[in-house]
């Protein structure tokens, strides 16, 4: 499979309990970025990396929310002391741009339920 | 701040029918303009990605164009099948600052009955 994979696919976990996701883009893509969607809601952006750098972040990233991508492949994104509020889809996607085209590949997401 | 906006939030439509769905965008600025379709509690697959100086792009039995000066993209899908089912998305993405940075609307969730 060359897509874009996503670990783990379901996560159910305590209010204040700390968790991590992982994504492996597309192997040739420099480019991952990290979304969040809700039920009823497009997908909204949180941040992205070119390579190991992480060159933007939403401000919907709290400080609750760290992102890696330390040898500019997989990626990680934690999320401390989890609220019910984090409750959503987390989706990763890659892409390789162009000057002119950035074609976003979406893994399978993420579903995080906090209770 | 572009902000997409997708109408109508939900179609039915009997098998066979073409259809069209709509997306509108207030930033003309463009980079560029993606339609994703989504299956219930799954990831979202790229249909189409029309450029910036692109009018329309194909594929198969979908054809989406853009419009900048109007701030519209349409996604027609010809002889719908209830396979067609899902939630279409649509995004843009403007130039400056994080060119790749995708503001999706809310989307439709089209049901294509038999």
């Known amino acids: 499979d060359t897509g874009v994979s996503q670990n783990p696919r379901h996560k159910i976990t305590k209010r204040g309990q700390n968790v991590t996701f992982r994504c492996d883009p597309i192997s040739e893509h420099n480019r991952l970025y990290w979304y969040r969607q809700t039920l009823g809601q497009g997908p909204e952006f949180l941040t992205y990396f070119q390579n190991e750098a992480q060159l933007e972040k939403s401000r919907l990233l709290s400080d609750r929310f760290s992102a890696e991508r330390p040898k500019g492949s997989f990626s990680t994104l934690e999320i401390q002391r989890t609220e019910q509020g984090d409750s959503a889809m987390y989706l990763c996607a890659s892409s390789l741009p162009t000057a002119i085209r950035d074609e976003q590949y979406f893994g399978p997401g993420t579903r995080l339920t906090v209770t | 701040k572009q902000e997409v906006t997708q109408i109508p939030a939900a179609l039915s439509v009997p098998e066979g029918e073409n259809l069209v769905l709509n997306c509108s965008f207030t930033d003309s600025a463009i980079y560029n303009l993606q339609w994703f379709r989504q299956d219930p509690g799954k990831g979202l697959t790229s249909l189409l990605l029309i450029q910036s100086s692109q009018r329309e792009q194909t594929s198969g039995r979908l054809n989406a164009s853009l419009d900048k000066s109007s701030g519209r993209s349409t996604l027609y899908i010809a002889a719908s099948q209830p396979g067609d089912s899902a939630t279409y998305l649509c995004?843009?993405?403007?130039?400056?600052?994080?060119?790749?940075?995708?503001?999706f609307g809310k989307g439709t969730k089209l049901s294509v009955k038999p």
């Open positions: 995004a843009a993405s403007n130039y400056g600052g994080s060119q790749g940075n995708l503001i």
